[in-house]
T-cell receptor
């Protein structure tokens, strides 16, 4: 079974631009979560989508948004990029019911550099 | 609020020796605990989880972890370390009271295994 895929893998943007990252979950998985990883803050939860609905949201500004499509693929968007948005963005998918006992499986990440 | 602590930024061990990576947690309900490993420029790989039942959990690549409710700990262990185990290890927790699959991560511990 194919794992979680993320595109693009690397991205360079300038301040003020916006960016869209894509995530395809493991086949059959319906829950997709996004995390931001930085050296200073570590791994932080951004949001979770299940059945096209945002289920949970972390403590990030409104510039960070996401959505999920009917095939469970997800995108996240960051508008008005800031230097501090430079990070590895990780997508994770988990099973059928978005239950708290489920294991999340992570993709390879998209490394975003904001100049 | 949920939290996870990994008290050691780095653990150094010689190949063939046992290793322990420490993790303590704080949740209001019952904890669901996870260990992940991250190799350079890669996403997170799932190692093992504790949901309920036996306090000793066995996972991938010979790793195991021991859940200790009284000490609120979930330490990762391996009887004999390999050089290839050198990586960044993350402990993560969910609270049984929470909805959804968002994980709270520790800051990570770098494991260095010398030959």
């Amino acid at each position: 079974k194919a794992g979680v895929t993320q595109t693009p893998r690397y991205l360079i943007k300038t301040r003020g631009q916006q960016v869209t990252l894509s995530c395809s979950p493991i086949s059959g998985h319906r829950s997709v979560s996004w995390y931001q990883q930085t050296p200073g803050q570590g791994l932080q939860f951004l949001f979770e989508y299940f059945s096209e609905t945002q289920r949970n949201k972390g403590n990030f500004p409104g510039r960070f948004s996401g959505r999920q499509f009917s095939n469970s693929r997800s995108e996240m968007n960051v508008s008005t990029l800031e230097l501090g948005d430079s990070a590895l963005y990780l997508c994770a998918s988990s099973g059928l019911a978005s239950q708290s006992t489920e294991t999340q499986y992570f993709g390879p990440g998209t490394r975003l550099l904001v100049l | 609020a949920q939290s996870v602590a990994q008290p050691e930024d780095q653990v150094n061990v010689a190949e063939g020796n046992p290793l322990t990576v420490k993790c303590t947690y704080s949740v209001s309900g019952n904890p669901y605990l996870f260990w992940y490993v991250q190799y350079p420029n890669r996403g997170l790989q799932f190692l093992l989880k504790y949901i309920t039942g036996d306090n000793l959990v066995k996972g991938s690549y010979g790793f195991e972890a021991e859940f200790n409710k009284s000490q609120t700990s979930f330490h990762l262990k391996k009887p004999s370390a390999l050089v290839s185990d050198s990586a960044l290890y993350f402990c993560a927790v969910r609270d049984s009271h929470q909805a959804g699959t968002a994980l709270i991560f520790g800051k990570g511990t770098t494991l260095s295994v010398s030959s």
